[in-house]
């Protein structure tokens, strides 16, 4: 089974995602030319439930069917993803609210770093922002700048290094450690990070302003093991 299918949808899960899916299905194809036979039917399933969705009886099955075609227009558009090798810079965990603090290994479920808890769920938790990802290259060239940001203090899981950020997109698989996961959209900054930066200026990890400083969300393909040290390899979608 795959982890939109294993993943318990509660209701907020739900809809919260529904309520996003125009935008999910602008940024999983944003980047691809010719639809393939397999990408078309599956851009107009989820057409039409954007279209049916709030009427629909059991919206978390419907959730998941929407990462189903999702994944299926990624694994139809391999030249999304560019093949590099990077490595895990840090691992951050904690029990609430940022920055979240170092921590040498983890056990990744399928909803995320075990032991690592968001305040509030209204904008986080969903299966498919298990884990938050960001570059340490971009942390690198934010402080040379003199920004007072370091790694974990945006609230990303998993600090990565020697990763071309701007090559990444939606529907890009990595594999880290034990772990496999697929990024599936940016992580929209909020004020809680805004200390991070000269100014306050969150606009910088903006995707639609500053696409190659953005954090990435990414669902848990395959769980197992991280350490930092580990080797990151990113792929096209499988």
Known sequence: MNWYEICEWNAQDATRTLEHIDGLLALWTADIGDHSRESAAACDRIE???????????????????????????????????????????????TGGVPKSAIDTATVGWRGIEGDVQKTRLHHGRPWQALSLWSADVIDQFVSDGHPVSAGGVGENLTLRSIEWSALRAGTVLDIGEVRCQLTAPAVPCSKIAANFTGRETALVDHD???ENSRWYAAVVRPGLVARGDVVTVSPSS
């Not at 954007?50 to 227009?73: G, M, Y």
């Open 48 to 94: 039409n439930i954007s279209q049916s969705w709030r009427k629909h009886h059991d919206q978390p099955a419907l959730a998941a069917e929407l990462w189903r075609h999702l994944t299926v227009i990624a694994a139809a558009s391999p030249e999304i993803a560019t093949n590099q090798f990077g490595t895990v810079a840090q691992i951050n965990s904690s």
């Open 209 to 211: 302003i500053n696409p």
